[in-house]
């Protein structure tokens, strides 16, 4: 019987898994789940309109994909054609959430281009099936649809890849 259930789970959470090619089903985050620092829900469809690079990251593992991080800043993309989304996994560390949502409003003044998200209840992981404890790197073509996604570290091999991808989308 444990086999059996835990196939069926298997199979619904592949099922809910961000694919490539396809535009995710709808999420939000908002109220006791988080949303954004403003304290404004956030919603999937705003991936819509530019080039959107999603970082869902585990506060634990923030500086796992500064490398891509900083490309991105240091190629200077048109903010009016391409974005970013940070999300932070509130429910993924040991840290107080009071002290890193704290942080979080600082650097959203700091970098106001960028969307700061908080994720109390691991939603994303919940219905996206992404990658829990982890940093998480999603990239949305201006349709919405998913054009790539990596769970941990990409390499310093893979960021000029991903700048290209990001330029052929424009």
């Known amino acids: 019987m444990k086999n059996v259930v835990s196939c069926f789970l298997l199979l619904v959470g592949s099922a809910m898994a961000v694919e490539l090619g ?3 089903s709808a999420v939000s985050i908002e109220g006791k789940e988080g949303g954004r620092t403003d304290g404004k829900a956030w919603h999937s469809s705003m991936l819509k309109g530019k080039i959107y690079t999603l970082f869902y990251v585990d506060p634990d593992e923030r500086d796992l994909n500064s490398g891509l991080a900083d490309a991105l800043k240091a190629k200077n993309f048109d903010k009016g054609k391409v974005n970013s989304v940070t999300i932070v996994n509130l ?3 040991w840290l107080p959430s009071a ?3 704290s942080k979080l409003k600082v650097k959203q003044k ?4 960028t969307v700061y998200v908080k994720d109390k209840m691991k939603v994303l992981v919940k219905q996206w099936g992404l990658s829990d404890d982890n940093s998480d790197i999603l990239i949305f ?5 998913l054009i790539y996604k990596k769970f941990g570290k990409v390499s310093e091999k893979e960021i000029p890849e991903v700048i290209k991808l990001i330029e052929k989308n424009l």
């Open 22 to 24: 396809k535009i995710p």
């Open 91 to 93: 429910a993924a560390t």
């Open 110 to 113: 700091k970098f106001p281009h």
């Open 99 to 101: 002290i890193i949502e």
């Open 141 to 145: 073509d201006q349709e919405g649809k």
